[in-house]
């Protein structure tokens, strides 16, 4: 099963998932699935301006956890705001992958999904 | 009741929360109720250092979100390892409270004890 397979199921799987994308550190998507479903209801978020921006600060609290702290590396990242959830997950060193949620949405679900689904996205990221 | 008083009650009323604080952007905090039957465990994770971290991380955030996102106003960040978990919820434009637990902690339980207790804290901060 490819990425765009992977994160469709992902996607399907969390009530109120609007979208999944592995993404890099540098902030570009290798592959992202939108629920056709919620996206009249997130397109005027512009979610993927948002996940850069939130790509360059997990890229920072990588480094700060590997440099500063000793709390250990940084397995989860979420950003909620009223209008969206996101929660991030390493995948390895270079990706991560993000899920976007409405505020009624799953969260506990997604962040189980993620869990569950990094190890398979970082076998296809071979 | 003080800030003293409601984070030690926040602190309580969580199953593995380890400390709590009310912290300015400015990454000093305000006042912070560790408890005390976990301090053994996490004394070595230097956690008021990686909060000092967190801080600037959501000071940038903050901005990120009022000046080029469209996501709204950032209401909540978690940064989670494999040692310790970290929930932030916003209380005012200057203000958060931050709790941190053990990664077998009632998470769902400091993310609800936090949405609650911000409100409480802010009018405590006037």
Redesign the interface.
């Known amino acids: 099963m490819g990425f765009s397979e992977q994160l469709k199921e992902m996607v399907a799987s969390v009530d109120g998932a609007v979208a999944c994308s592995v993404m890099g550190f540098d902030g570009i998507a290798v592959e992202t699935h939108n629920a056709e479903i919620a996206m009249a209801q997130t397109a ?4 993927s ?2 996940w850069v ?1 939130y790509s360059n ?1 997990l890229q ?2 990588k480094k ?2 590997a440099e ?17 959830l ?1 929660v991030m997950r390493m995948v390895n060193q270079d990706y991560f992958v993000v899920m976007g949620l409405l505020p009624t949405g799953n969260y ?1 679900k997604a962040r189980y999904v993620l869990r569950l689904g990094a190890p398979k996205l970082a076998k296809e990221l071979v």
Not at 44 to 47: A, T
């Open positions: 005027d978020l512009e979610l301006n948002a921006e600060l920072q609290l700060a956890a500063n702290l000793k709390t250990g590396p940084i397995s989860e990242l979420s950003v909620n705001t009223e209008k969206v996101t506990g």
